[in-house]
């Protein structure tokens, strides 16, 4: 899928709303990425389990918990949806504030995102991880399902501390 045309070489929530719908990409701050097609089996397998256990654990809380495709939009400050220059689909968010939640999907950083591993792992690793610590994210996951081990990143003090890493039994379906 080739990357979209742009005058000015940066994009916005504007430009990625015009995109065909059979096209799936991201923007982090103004550049396109192309989303991968269709995730493996095991990808799949992975995000329904943890969706379920979930929303399971959040009862009747006010939390929300929501999968791919559902746009998170990241604004600077309080920008326009039309000019904010990031917007994601994480594999899972969990959304506490209410008030971020509209028809579009999330304005503003989720409490919670979990993203499993797949041919997406260098950006999720680097870029996404630094984007989520930017915008204040509690807690991030990243979830390796081949290797059965999920790295737990917490925010202290406005910054991502070292994460644990644990097995992931009984998050992880067995194959």
């Not at 939009?73 to 209410?98: M, N």
């Not at 930017?134 to 501390?161: K, N, S």
């Amino acid at each position: 899928m080739a990357q979209p045309a742009s005058e000015s070489g940066s994009y916005t929530y504007a430009d990625y709303c015009a995109w065909p719908d059979e096209e799936r990409w991201e923007l982090i701050d103004g550049e396109a990425y192309a989303m991968s097609p269709a995730p493996a089996r095991i990808h799949q397998d992975v995000v329904v389990a943890l969706v379920a256990q979930v929303h399971r654990a959040l009862g009747e809380t006010t939390c929300r918990v929501y999968t791919a495709s559902f746009d998170v939009r990241l604004p600077h400050r309080d920008e326009a949806d039309a000019a904010v220059e990031t917007v994601v689909q994480p594999d899972i968010a969990v959304i506490c504030d209410p008030s971020k939640l509209d028809e579009k999907g999330c304005r503003g950083a989720p409490d919670w995102i979990i993203e499993v591993l797949s041919t997406t792992a260098a950006k999720d690793q680097i870029q996404k991880r630094a984007l989520y610590e930017r915008h204040r994210v509690r807690e991030y996951w990243l979830v390796h399902p081949t290797d059965r081990i999920v790295f737990l990143y917490r925010l202290e003090a406005d910054r991502y501390g070292k994460p644990d890493i644990l097995p992931t039994v009984g998050l992880v379906p067995r194959r």
